[in-house]
């Protein structure tokens, strides 16, 4: 399993950015798809994710601010950001899971300037 994630940028605070990240194989077939993020200095952390039942679930952080999507046509899912805050700064992973396996995305780094 392949992960392809990209989007990620340098924007000022309030700014806006939309991550991506494409699959090489139907996202439908995994139990859990998402995003998470590491701070310099932190432990990597849940952003948004979303289960097969259409359940999503975001960090408390980001709700209302971000929205995660899906292209399953595509294989393809999405992060809208928007009002990003300097905090949003980090580096951004998505990640798949089957049952009990995680597949992980190279990260792309978004960075708000204030």
């Known amino acids: 399993v392949q992960l392809q994630a990209s989007g990620g940028g340098l924007v000022q605070a309030g700014g806006s950015l939309r991550l991506s990240c494409a699959a090489n194989r139907r996202i439908l077939t995994f139990n859990v798809v998402g995003w998470y993020r590491q701070a310099p200095g932190k432990q990597r952390e849940l952003v948004a994710d979303?289960?097969?039942?259409?359940?999503?679930n975001y960090a408390d952080s980001v709700k209302g601010r971000f929205t995660f999507s899906r292209d399953n046509a595509k294989n393809i899912m999405y992060l809208e950001m928007n009002n990003l805050e300097p905090e949003d700064t980090a580096e951004y992973y998505c990640?798949?899971?089957?049952?009990?396996?995680?597949?992980w995305g190279q990260g792309t780094l978004v960075t708000v300037s204030s």
């Open positions: 979303f289960s097969r039942g259409a359940v999503s």
């Open positions: 990640y798949a899971r089957q049952g009990y396996v995680k597949y």
